[in-house]
Nanobody, 124 residues
Framework: QVQLVESGGGSVQAGGSLRLSCAAS????????MAWFRQAPGKGREGVAR????????YYTDSVKGRFTISRDNARNTLYLQMNSLKPEDTAMYYC?????????????????WGQGTQVTVSS
């Protein structure tokens, strides 16, 4: 069955960096667009970044442009999110997602499968 397992979350100070990873299994990983979402306490799930099947095309929500980079390794069935210059408002649970449709902005309704999430906490 499809599995998405995130790792790499943690606690950092503002201005710091983290790299999230998502290990995919149970399907042809290279055939699907992938994405990262996040959800802060008391808020809805927000689309953060999206990447095409081969990695050539990416999309970012405005609040992370220039700070976050999404990438993928199709040989290792792994999705990444490099997060630099982190801010306290980036604090959230981060989820890896397999997309079934492409929308701009990135919407939770476009997701078929979710990972279990990894917590990112940024202190000021």
């Amino acid at each position: 069955q499809v599995q998405l397992v995130e790792s790499g979350g943690g606690s950092v100070q503002a201005g710091g960096s983290l790299r999230l990873s998502c290990a995919a299994s149970g399907y042809d990983y290279s055939a699907y667009f992938m994405a990262w979402f996040r959800q802060a306490p008391g808020k809805g799930r927000e689309g953060v970044a999206r990447i095409s099947t081969g990695g050539a095309s990416t999309y970012y929500t405005d609040s992370v442009k220039g700070r976050f980079t999404i990438s993928r390794d199709n040989a290792r069935n792994t999705l990444y999110l490099q997060m630099n210059s982190l801010k306290p408002e980036d604090t959230a649970m981060y989820y890896c997602a397999r997309l079934r449709t492409i929308s701009t902005p990135l919407k939770p309704e476009s997701v078929t499968y979710w990972g279990q999430g990894t917590q990112v906490t940024v202190s000021s």
